[in-house]
């Protein structure tokens, strides 16, 4: 993995977990933070690597497994802001979990041994810690909820009617590629491309690539979601 050193990106500060801590504090988890910049597609987590914090500073990262028959599986899309390789850290080791930059990104890495002394000096963050892996439990909750749903029209529906929820603007971006997007609502890059020319020609949404902006999301929602 090609990395590089940034002595001068604070990352933390970006990172829910830490957002209560001190300037002095945060300057103290800081001297315990490796900083990289990693190429789009480069991969970060491996089995075989050492279990660390992954945090997200910068771009974005895809979390998926390989299946029995050999094919991707996308768990979820860690954004800035956003870790991964908090069970490794607690010994709950994947040995099929994967982390792949999906851009250009920044990303930071916090070694197990630290990360522990860390949580055992500052049991506020373990409750912290405790509390945004439910909000990630969630998330993936909410990935099974779409694989649930019958048609593919009311996953894809589902899935851009909550992007917008949680964006105030007018032009949305898909956080993945369409491959992966297939991946997590259980379809094809063809199959979603063709379901948004229809929701585009029924006068749903205006879809440019991966970018798109809702232009009737109650009709969205009551005809498909």
């Not at 979820?76 to 930059?101: D, H, K, P, Q, T």
């Not at 439990?137 to 851009?160: P, V």
């Not at 094809?188 to 009737?216: A, M, N, Q």
Request: charged residues 25%; negative net charge; aromatic residues 6%.
């Amino acid at each position: 993995m090609t990395t590089k050193q940034l002595s001068s990106h604070h990352c933390i500060t970006l990172v829910p977990l830490f957002s209560e801590l001190t300037a002095d504090e945060l300057a103290q988890v800081e001297k315990i933070v490796q900083h990289q910049k990693v190429k789009k597609g480069e991969v970060v987590i491996q089995p075989e690597a050492e279990p660390v914090l992954t945090i997200v500073a910068r771009g974005s990262l895809k979390i998926y497994q390989i299946s029995s028959t050999g094919k991707e599986q996308l768990l979820r899309v860690v954004e800035s802001g956003g870790y991964e390789g908090e069970n490794a850290i607690f010994g709950a080791v994947n040995a099929n979990l994967f982390g792949e930059a999906l851009s250009d990104s920044t990303i930071c890495f916090v070694r197990k041994s630290d990360f522990t002394q860390l949580l055992l000096s500052r049991p506020e963050l373990a409750l912290r810690l405790l509390e945004m892996n439910a909000i990630k439990q969630s998330k993936t909750e909410q990935q099974a909820k779409f694989l649930m749903m019958e048609s593919i029209e009311m996953r894809l529906a589902n899935y851009l009617l909550d992007l917008a929820k949680v964006s105030e603007e007018p032009y949305l971006q898909i956080p993945m590629s369409l491959k992966d997007l297939a991946a997590f609502i259980g379809t094809t890059p063809e199959t979603i491309s063709r379901k948004l020319r229809i929701f585009e020609d029924e006068g749903l949404v205006e879809h440019y690539g991966k970018s798109f902006k809702i232009l009737d999301a109650e009709r969205l929602q009551g005809d498909y979601a």
